[in-house]
């Protein structure tokens, strides 16, 4: 237990280095998340609109067709 | 039509590569989080807080690398018009500005311990809040018009003159000599810096590029289902029955 104590308190720079590491986990986490998201809603957005356009089903568009 | 092929080419390209540097992403990232903060030793002069390196010197590496990419893409867009070279560059700009952003807070970080202090003004770190401004500047100026290709192509004239920032960053250590050490890894000759902190720093290296890539794949997907969405918006409003509802020039 001491020495996971010790290791966590990063010689006593445990604020710092610590910060660092979950300011970066937050930031690019969230970057992820955010895109991912914006993505999914774009495809949702256009298959809605395509989907009141008569005339428009069979002609499967790229990036629209797959789903995930 | 070669424009409007090459969108759905890069949209089919793009979501089969994306599984595979997802993958990468994690493993390297992983693999780098597991030698910087198990196995590598603590520095003989900083202590623990050498392993903000890990963090500090990638995101660094990805901030002007996503600004070569974002300049690369304004270039290829102004000059050959290219609707896709359009979309990677505004689809870098968000993911360049949150690396320069996360390297001046650890920066920040690691400076106030070492270094006794949060900021300076010195060369690196003022060239690098330049960067930070630049990329702002970009996406304020791609929403700043009600026609997107004109902020479009504003956006990357801004881009395009901010390039020499980058250059400026890279040398800054070695023309001003300050506050900021000189460059420990890209050096001519061997790199200065034990094998045991090299692995994990590249490790995170090369993982925060592959983050990049495949942020910046799904942002580009994105822009342009955006870029489609608009355009069938506006046939709807204009009531074009025989347009081409698709977004196909657009796309």
Not at chain 2, 105 to 115: F, Q, R
């Given at each position: 237990?001491?020495?996971?104590?010790?290791y966590?308190?990063m010689?006593?720079?445990?604020g710092?280095?610590w910060?660092a590491?979950a300011?970066?986990a937050?930031?690019m986490?969230a970057l992820?998340?955010l895109?991912?998201?914006?993505l999914?809603g774009r495809?949702?957005?256009?298959k809605?609109?395509?989907d009141?356009?008569?005339?428009r089903?069979?002609?499967?568009?790229?990036g629209?067709a797959?789903?995930? | 039509m070669?424009?409007?092929?090459n969108?759905a080419?890069?949209?089919?390209?793009?979501?089969?590569?994306?599984?595979?540097t997802?993958?990468?992403t994690?493993?390297?990232i992983g693999a780098?989080?597991y030698?910087?903060?198990?196995v590598?030793?603590?520095?003989?002069q900083?202590?623990?807080?050498?392993?903000?390196?890990?963090?500090?010197?990638?995101?660094?590496?990805?901030?002007?690398?996503?600004?070569?990419?974002?300049?690369?893409a304004?270039a290829v867009?102004?000059?050959w018009?290219?609707?896709?070279?359009d979309?990677?560059?505004?689809?870098?700009?968000?993911?360049?500005a949150?690396?320069?952003?996360?390297?001046l807070?650890?920066?920040?970080?690691?400076?106030?311990?070492?270094?006794?202090t949060?900021w300076?003004?010195?060369?690196?770190?003022t060239?690098?809040?330049i960067?930070?401004?630049?990329y702002?500047g970009?996406?304020?100026?791609?929403?700043?018009?009600?026609?997107?290709?004109?902020g479009m192509?504003?956006?990357?004239i801004l881009a395009?003159?901010g390039?020499?920032n980058?250059p400026?960053i890279?040398?800054s250590?070695d023309?001003?000599?300050?506050l900021?050490?000189?460059a420990s890894?890209?050096?001519l000759?061997?790199?200065?810096?034990d094998p045991?902190?090299?692995l994990?720093?590249?490790?995170?290296?090369?993982?925060?590029t592959?983050?990049f890539?495949?942020?910046?794949?799904?942002?580009?997907?994105?822009?342009?289902l955006?870029a489609k969405?608009?355009a069938?918006?506006l046939?709807?409003?204009h009531?074009?029955?025989g347009?081409?509802p698709?977004?196909?020039?657009l796309?």
């Amino acid at each position: 237990m001491d020495s996971l104590a010790s290791y966590f308190s990063m010689g006593g720079y445990a604020g710092y280095v610590w910060s660092a590491y979950a300011i970066t986990a937050v930031v690019m986490v969230a970057l992820a998340l955010l895109t991912w998201r914006g993505l999914k809603g774009r495809e949702q957005e256009l298959k809605e609109l395509q989907d009141i356009i008569p005339g428009r089903r069979g002609r499967s568009h790229d990036g629209v067709a797959e789903k995930g | 039509m070669h424009r409007f092929a090459n969108p759905a080419r890069f949209l089919r390209l793009a979501s089969v590569i994306q599984p595979w540097t997802a993958a990468v992403t994690l493993l390297l990232i992983g693999a780098g989080l597991y030698f910087g903060l198990l196995v590598s030793p603590a520095d003989y002069q900083q202590g623990e807080t050498v392993r903000i390196m890990y963090v500090h010197v990638p995101a660094a590496w990805v901030a002007m690398a996503a600004y070569s990419c974002m300049a690369g893409a304004s270039a290829v867009g102004l000059i050959w018009k290219h609707p896709l070279a359009d979309l990677i560059a505004k689809s870098a700009s968000p993911i360049g500005a949150s690396f320069t952003f996360l390297c001046l807070v650890t920066g920040s970080l690691w400076g106030k311990p070492m270094w006794g202090t949060w900021w300076a003004w010195d060369a690196r770190l003022t060239s690098m809040l330049i960067l930070f401004f630049l990329y702002l500047g970009h996406m304020a100026l791609l929403n700043a018009f009600d026609d997107p290709g004109r902020g479009m192509k504003a956006a990357a004239i801004l881009a395009l003159a901010g390039f020499v920032n980058v250059p400026v960053i890279k040398f800054s250590v070695d023309w001003w000599n300050t506050l900021h050490q000189p460059a420990s890894v890209t050096r001519l000759g061997m790199p200065k810096i034990d094998p045991s902190m090299l692995l994990p720093l590249l490790l995170m290296g090369v993982g925060f590029t592959m983050f990049f890539v495949t942020v910046l794949l799904l942002r580009v997907r994105l822009e342009v289902l955006a870029a489609k969405i608009r355009a069938i918006r506006l046939t709807q409003i204009h009531g074009m029955p025989g347009a081409d509802p698709s977004g196909e020039a657009l796309g």
